[in-house]
Protein backbone atom coordinates (compact mmCIF):
# COMPACT_ATOMS: atom_id res chain seq x y z
CA UNK A 1 0.00 0.00 0.00
CA UNK A 2 1.46 3.36 -1.36
CA UNK A 3 2.65 5.77 1.84
CA UNK A 4 2.11 2.71 4.29
CA UNK A 5 5.49 2.72 5.95
CA UNK A 6 5.58 6.83 6.07
CA UNK A 7 2.69 6.32 8.17
CA UNK A 8 3.91 3.26 10.21
CA UNK A 9 6.93 5.91 10.81
CA UNK A 10 4.53 8.76 12.20
CA UNK A 11 3.19 6.07 14.14
CA UNK A 12 6.02 4.46 15.30
CA UNK A 13 7.29 8.00 16.68
CA UNK A 14 3.96 8.82 18.48
CA UNK A 15 4.81 5.57 20.61
CA UNK A 16 8.18 6.15 21.27
CA UNK A 17 6.85 9.29 22.63
CA UNK A 18 4.54 8.20 24.95
CA UNK A 19 6.72 6.17 26.41
CA UNK A 20 9.46 8.98 26.77
CA UNK A 21 10.34 7.12 30.31
CA UNK A 22 11.73 4.21 29.58
CA UNK A 23 13.75 6.43 26.78
CA UNK A 24 15.19 8.11 29.85
CA UNK A 25 15.82 4.91 31.50
CA UNK A 26 17.87 3.60 28.82
CA UNK A 27 19.98 6.75 28.54
CA UNK A 28 20.59 6.80 32.70
CA UNK A 29 18.91 10.46 32.92
CA UNK A 30 16.87 11.35 36.24
CA UNK A 31 13.49 13.39 35.83
CA UNK A 32 15.01 16.11 37.54
CA UNK A 33 18.00 16.69 35.50
CA UNK A 34 16.07 17.10 31.82
CA UNK A 35 15.51 21.12 30.97
CA UNK A 36 13.68 20.44 27.45
CA UNK A 37 12.03 16.86 25.66
CA UNK A 38 10.16 17.28 22.70
CA UNK A 39 10.58 17.21 19.02
CA UNK A 40 12.39 19.98 17.95
CA UNK A 41 12.47 21.83 14.68
CA UNK A 42 15.18 24.99 13.97
CA UNK A 43 13.85 27.09 10.98
CA UNK A 44 16.59 27.69 7.71
CA UNK A 45 17.38 31.31 8.27
CA UNK A 46 19.74 33.11 5.84
CA UNK A 47 22.80 32.29 8.33
CA UNK A 48 21.78 28.81 9.73
CA UNK A 49 20.39 25.30 8.00
CA UNK A 50 17.19 24.33 9.12
CA UNK A 51 17.08 20.80 10.62
CA UNK A 52 14.08 18.79 12.01
CA UNK A 53 14.97 16.32 14.99
CA UNK A 54 12.69 13.49 16.02
CA UNK A 55 13.13 14.12 19.87
CA UNK A 56 15.96 15.92 21.21
CA UNK A 57 16.49 15.87 25.41
CA UNK A 58 18.34 19.04 27.07
CA UNK A 59 19.44 18.02 30.26
CA UNK A 60 21.11 20.89 33.22
CA UNK A 61 24.29 18.66 32.52
CA UNK A 62 24.87 20.72 29.05
CA UNK A 63 24.03 17.95 27.08
CA UNK A 64 21.86 17.93 24.26
CA UNK A 65 20.70 13.90 23.33
CA UNK A 66 19.71 14.16 19.56
CA UNK A 67 17.08 11.25 19.17
CA UNK A 68 16.85 9.35 15.33
CA UNK A 69 13.81 7.59 15.66
CA UNK A 70 13.24 5.01 12.67
CA UNK A 71 11.36 2.65 11.55
CA UNK A 72 11.78 0.39 9.01
CA UNK A 73 11.10 -3.52 8.07
CA UNK A 74 14.74 -3.90 7.31
CA UNK A 75 17.82 -3.43 9.66
CA UNK A 76 18.66 0.20 9.66
CA UNK A 77 21.93 0.79 7.62
CA UNK A 78 24.77 2.84 7.87
CA UNK A 79 23.82 5.58 5.69
CA UNK A 80 21.57 6.89 8.71
CA UNK A 81 24.92 7.78 10.12
CA UNK A 82 25.61 10.80 7.28
CA UNK A 83 21.63 11.36 8.51
CA UNK A 84 22.42 12.10 11.62
CA UNK A 85 25.71 13.98 11.13
CA UNK A 86 23.66 16.30 8.74
CA UNK A 87 21.66 17.45 11.33
CA UNK A 88 24.38 18.05 14.00
CA UNK A 89 25.97 19.92 11.66
CA UNK A 90 22.60 22.27 10.87
CA UNK A 91 21.87 22.50 14.40
CA UNK A 92 22.49 25.30 16.40
CA UNK A 93 22.78 24.55 20.17
CA UNK A 94 24.11 26.76 22.74
CA UNK A 95 27.62 27.33 23.64
CA UNK A 96 29.41 24.45 25.68
CA UNK A 97 26.50 21.95 25.02
CA UNK A 98 27.81 18.23 23.81
CA UNK A 99 25.40 16.45 21.50
CA UNK A 100 24.89 12.90 21.74
CA UNK A 101 23.33 10.76 18.98
CA UNK A 102 20.95 8.15 19.64
CA UNK A 103 19.29 5.59 17.30
CA UNK A 104 15.77 4.64 18.55
CA UNK A 105 14.73 1.90 15.89
CA UNK A 106 11.70 -1.21 15.87
CA UNK A 107 13.62 -3.89 13.74
CA UNK A 108 17.24 -3.95 13.97
CA UNK A 109 20.34 -2.32 12.86
CA UNK A 110 23.37 -3.97 10.52
CA UNK A 111 26.30 -4.48 12.19
CA UNK A 112 28.28 -1.58 10.47
CA UNK A 113 25.95 0.91 12.25
CA UNK A 114 26.86 -0.59 15.44
CA UNK A 115 30.51 -1.53 14.22
CA UNK A 116 31.04 2.44 13.24
CA UNK A 117 30.72 3.03 17.08
CA UNK A 118 28.88 6.47 15.91
CA UNK A 119 25.90 6.32 18.67
CA UNK A 120 26.25 7.08 22.30
CA UNK A 121 23.45 5.15 22.50
CA UNK A 122 21.12 2.45 19.94
CA UNK A 123 17.66 1.74 21.61
CA UNK A 124 15.90 -1.13 20.40
CA UNK A 125 12.33 -0.31 21.45
CA UNK A 126 10.94 -3.93 20.98
CA UNK A 127 13.22 -4.88 24.01
CA UNK A 128 10.26 -2.39 25.85
CA UNK A 129 7.30 -4.00 23.87
CA UNK A 130 8.84 -7.56 25.12
CA UNK A 131 8.66 -5.83 28.47
CA UNK A 132 4.87 -5.24 28.25
CA UNK A 133 3.27 -8.06 26.79
Known amino acids: MPGWEGVMG ?4 NIVSCNRKEIWKSLGLR ?3 ILFENPYFQSQTTKQAGCQIDY ?6 KNLY ?9 PILRTIISEVNQKI ?5 PKGFAV ?5 HINGVTKTVHDENYFANIID ?3 FLHKKI
Not at 10 to 13: G, I, K, P, V
Not at 100 to 104: A, D, F, S, Y
Open 10 to 13: LQFE
Open 31 to 33: PQD
Open 56 to 61: MIQTRF
Open 66 to 74: LCEIKFSHH
Open 89 to 93: KALNP
Open 100 to 104: LPVLI
Open 125 to 127: FSD
